[in-house]
């Protein structure tokens, strides 16, 4: 950040001393801050741009980088040499890993396998695999050749999977013959063999033998054992030069009230905004090892991924994050040197709600940073890390989505941490808070929004003619400003929190609440292993609605209620406090493990569930429906 600062301040004849300078210049000025960024991050291009926006204040609709030529492997696989690039591991102890010359070669022969079957430009490739070496490579020869690429995580049902592959029309399709989660093997065949059939335009299904012990017997049409492609392909690779928002990826929204849109990002926008968010926000060096928690459909996988493009080792891990332990995860920080650790919100606070305490257990020397997102990261969890896991390192909140396929508040090196709040506005990032009226606020709950174009902006949704979807999502609530559907407060020194949700936002009494508030309150009770909080239509009015998963063998009793009730309504105010408070067996969540409380309100509300393959537990929707309390006074 700091010879970044140093940067800007040369070329431009400025002096801009502190974040907070930089920030404003970089919203000020965007062409010249994103000019800047591309240079300073050494962009590998065969054709440099002619202008850098034509128009900041176009929503939708700003061109980046007009005339520019790239290919966004060619980015990630500009290291080739024989530092480790990628190190896996699994819940098993299994293990692999790829210097950076052994990738590209992977990746060389995936391409040259994949340009046979007749791959190029426009074409999309897909994959239902999970976190392990090939996915990576899979993605890296399908974008070499202008191919776009989008994954499902191989835990999604096949009417979810093919909900989202249906609308790609996909040529290829990469999958894996099973999966480990929670001290299990899942096989997938047959589940493959469903989504190869309904897929019509598959020429080719590649599967690899994961776990390579499992023998399976394929009647699937047009299959192709993984090995044999590769070795079908040759070593030599060319980069397919391409415009800077040319389709890279295809992201999801969750679907769980009807089918996802999928979301088109481009290579350009996608790689800018990564390096800025890696190189600038996170710090990250070529000598970094950088671990994030996640599944492949989740679009912290294709963030890490982009760590490839700065030289680190990244650390992929396949399997539940808590087996056979809770502390499994925090071992491959000492074993490997890991330097930067990604996880959720949720993740730390069930390590706290364990009673782990890492200090005198591992070493975690090389730990500098604990990054989080997913869900706001509460107060009490702040404190928990620094008390139990290391002193000395950065915690850094950070708040995007899929939607962006980036962040819009995260953290910055030369920044203190405060205890509760994102550290930072992007770089680049002109977001604020607005009311209802569309006016900025400090210090208040308002609606987080972006007042300028960003190169990360979605390029398109597929199927979705004129762009009405996109405008509808995005812009119909604030006309030519970026309305990104969080609950957000800002205070004078830059510090944000995130409240949850806007479209789950509580508005009981015309009071707007966000939910995170009382998930806040809530995780303090130690007797709680999980909570949901929703808003219900009720007598012309909204009342709150808390849904409580105990622990094992703990009983929800009317005693525990009155003192929930309390320290909400001395914490918050007496409009926080619920009506109801009911005990659940589960708690409905999204694969990229978001809770869900937009589709339980709207079962409540007896409205239709259509996409219950998109949910992680999707058995736990039915309860809500038998709840007799839910529909009496």
Known sequence: MAKFLQRVNSKYNIDLKSYSDLHKWSISNIPDFWNTLW??????????????????NKMPGAKWFKDAKLNFSENLLRYRDDKKAIIFRNETSQKAELTYNELFLEVSKVASALKKSGVGPGDAIVGLLPNIPESIVAMLATASLGATWSCCSPDFGVKAVLDRFLQVKPKVIFA????????????????????????????????IDYPSSSIEKYRIQNKINYKDYVDSGRTSLQFVQLPFDHPLYIMYSSGTTGIPKSIVHGAGGTLIQHLKELILHCDLKRKDTIFYFTTCGWMMWNWLITSLSVGSTIVLYDGSPSYPSIDSLWKLVEELGITVFGTSAKFIDSCNKSGLSLKSKYDL?????ILSTGSPLADLNFDYVYSNIKTDLLLGSISGGTDIISCFALSAPNLPVYRGEIQAKGLGMNIDS?????????DKKGELVCKSAFPSMPLYFLNDKGGSKYRKTYFEKYPGVWHHGDFISINKRGGIRIHGRSDSTLNPGGVRIGTAELYNIIDVFSDIEDS????????EDQRIILFLKMKPQIILTDDLIKKIKKLIKIELSPKHVPKLVLSVPDIPYTMNGKKIEVAVKNIIEGKEITNRDSMINPESIDFFLSLPELFRD
């Open 532 to 539: 949901l909080v929703v808003g219900q239509n009720w007598k």
């Open 365 to 369: 020397s090389s730990l500098r940073s």
């Open 39 to 56: 240079d300073y991050t050494k962009i590998v291009h065969s054709s440099y741009p002619t202008t850098i926006v034509n128009d900041i």
């Open 434 to 442: 607005f009311d209802s009226n569309g006016k900025s606020i400090i």
């Open 176 to 207: 894996a013959n099973g999966y480990y989660y929670n001290g299990k093997l899942f096989k997938t065949i047959n589940k493959l063999q469903k989504i190869a059939q309904g897929l019509p335009s598959i020429i080719n299904t590649i599967i």
